[in-house]
């Protein structure tokens, strides 16, 4: 990371910004125009006597099209928003320490597994032990609850295993390994303790609101709200606090950061705390706006992650930010010309085109080989 955020830098991930979701807003209503001159070719050939009925079926088709992607561009948005908060922990892991963490999706499951918990109204247990309670805490408190706990998952993490195995110069590419293990066995563990079943952490869907031609939920609203918050908290946190540069020093060349006085391995220590705590964060407001969550639901959206921060440059927390805008606005308006199953795929077809003109991603260094 620079010590600065270069001006021409931002400038350059908004008009990449800007440029894909035009071209995807851009396809979608062609796609869509040419599907309704079908069906209107079509509906003429049968019946040429009905053409005034054809116009104003053609002219309400086109409202509602319209509407729809405009739809799908907010609810992108929102989503590429709530998607941050877990993207920006999984690239600073990376910065500062090269580690591309497999587990991370199941940081995100846990916090919001573990606000269910604390807040459902019905009995729940915990593995191993025979004994069914109640907790039922307000939603609030128990979102609260969660995300300290993740965030002192995090701690644990670092705590008796990651640190353990830099300290024995164990790789980066083993230690990758090793967070693939980690991750299936919290997969597991998680389908364990609450089922395979989906669960919701409010019985509420929200109310919705009208907003010009955009219907949204108070819902979202909040969770985009706090997310918001979240996200400018971190970046005031790398931009104006001692230990925000301190970690961007570490991220940029750990041996020089030492030798400078910063204590790398509290530093490090510090960004799996934090990273755990917006992964705990993430998982609660998406399931929140999802209106459900699953044990898996952290590693289905995991591909997502990766591409988000490799998108927006590796180990760099505001391409992070960036990357998963795009991934969001991407994934949601390609299921109005395609099937949902596929907007996976559209996502990491769009951030191989992208790597194909920007290998570096929006906001990553070129960096010299030789």
Not at 124 to 141: D, K
Not at 197 to 223: C, F, Q, Y
Not at 238 to 262: E, F, M, W
Request: glycine share 12%; proline share 2%.
């Amino acid at each position: 990371m620079t010590t600065t955020i270069d001006r021409r830098v931002i400038v350059r991930a908004i008009v990449v910004f800007l440029l894909a979701a035009t071209a995807i807003t851009l396809v979608s209503v062609m796609l869509m125009s040419d599907s309704a001159q079908a069906t209107d070719v079509a509906t003429h050939a049968v019946a040429a006597d009905t053409s005034s009925d054809d116009a104003t079926t053609t002219a309400t088709s086109s409202t509602a099209d319209n509407i729809l992607w405009l739809q799908s561009l907010v609810n992108g948005l929102a989503f590429g928003t709530l998607l941050a908060l877990a993207s920006v922990g999984l690239s600073l892991i990376y910065g500062t320490t090269g580690l591309s963490n497999f587990a991370h999706g199941e940081q995100v499951s846990f916090g919001a597994v573990l606000t269910y918990f604390l807040v459902t109204p019905q009995d729940v247990s915990i593995p191993l032990i025979p004994v069914s309670f109640n907790i039922g805490l307000p939603l609030l408190v128990g979102a609260a609850i969660g995300i300290a706990v993740s965030a002192g998952t995090g701690w644990l993490q670092d705590k008796f295993l990651w640190s353990p195995l830099r300290r024995k110069g164990v790789g980066t590419v083993q230690q990758m390994i090793v967070s693939i293990g980690l991750s299936l066995a919290l997969l597991n563990f998680i389908q364990w303790w609450i089922g395979g079943g989906r669960i919701g952490l409010t019985t509420s869907a929200g109310n919705a609101i009208d907003l010009g031609p955009v219907t949204i939920t108070d819902t979202t609203i909040i969770s985009v709200a706090i997310a918001l918050i979240c996200l400018g908290g971190v970046s005031w946190f790398l931009l104006k606090t001692r230990l925000g540069r301190a970690t961007r020093a570490v991220s940029d060349n750990p041996a020089l950061a030492s030798a400078s006085g910063i204590q790398v391995s509290q530093i490090i220590r510090l960004v799996w705390v934090l990273s755990a705590g917006l992964a705990g964060l993430g998982g609660v407001l998406l399931a929140l706006y999802e209106g459900g969550t699953a044990f898996d639901a952290g590693a289905r959206l995991l591909m997502l992650m990766f591409a988000a921060v490799t998108l927006g440059g590796l180990g760099q927390a505001f391409g992070a930010l960036v990357g998963s805008l795009v991934i969001g606005v991407v994934v949601e308006m390609s299921t109005l010309v395609l099937p949902a199953d596929l907007k996976i795929a559209v996502a990491l077809i769009v951030l191989i085109l992208v790597l194909l003109v920007r290998p570096q991603g929006i906001l990553g260094r070129a960096e010299r080989v030789g």
